[in-house]
């Protein structure tokens, strides 16, 4: 089985590229999801974050609008909240990787891959990248988003052109779908044809 990371900054368009992954028969492992998951309505991890985190839960789960001025801006809450998440999310994970243990390959849909050292741990990396001015009309789009807040954002994460460095392969999300979508469909292609994992 060949592992990818798939990767990027904040709206640039992972979750469409994951889709598209999964439209052609690979399975996909969205951490960001699964994280939804375990912090939403009596999901095993409300408890442990209301601890650790007076007021941020309610009857949802975790409120992320209330979590997150906890933590962004402030590493000791961040490696603490991460201490709880990251645990649950491997179970997840080795959990995933039982399933589809007969496939080919598989994604794991990563939002900070290199920040947390995650390309050690797949076999090939996968970047999805626009230009800046595509991503922060996308981010400052959604509800509730400002300026400020993706700022604080972005500098969580590796910036673009060094994860883009970094990648095994870059799909280019700024232009049209089927331009993306035949990026995802080379870089299966060529991956299928490898014998071995990259390692």
Do not use: Y
């Not at 589809?100 to 050292?117: C, G, K, Q, R």
């Not at 990648?167 to 331009?179: E, I, K, Q, R, W």
Request: glycine share 8%; aromatic share 4%; with cysteine.
């Amino acid at each position: 089985m060949i592992t990818i990371g798939l990767t990027g900054s904040i709206g640039m368009g992972k979750s469409t590229v994951a889709a598209m992954f999964a439209d052609a028969g690979v399975p996909v492992f969205d951490a960001d999801a699964t994280v939804h998951r375990l912090q939403a309505t009596a999901g095993p991890l409300v408890t442990a974050i209301e601890a650790a985190f007076p007021g941020s839960t309610g009857p949802g789960g975790v409120d992320r609008a209330k979590l997150g001025p906890m933590v962004l801006g402030d590493p000791v809450a961040l490696k603490r909240l991460e201490a709880i998440v990251h645990p649950a999310v491997g179970s997840e994970r080795a959990a995933f990787l039982a399933q589809n243990a007969d496939a080919p390959m598989v994604v794991f849909d990563i939002p900070l891959l290199f920040e947390t050292d995650g390309e050690s741990r797949v076999d090939a990396v996968v970047v999805v990248s626009a230009p800046e001015s595509v991503q922060r009309a996308r981010v400052l789009a959604r509800a509730g988003m400002t300026a400020d807040k993706l700022d604080a954002i972005l500098r969580r994460q590796l910036p673009d052109a060094e994860k883009t460095a970094r990648a095994d392969f870059v799909v280019p999300t700024g232009g049209s779908l089927d331009t993306t979508r035949d990026a995802v469909h080379r870089i299966i292609a060529c991956l299928a044809a490898r014998k071995t994992p990259l390692s």
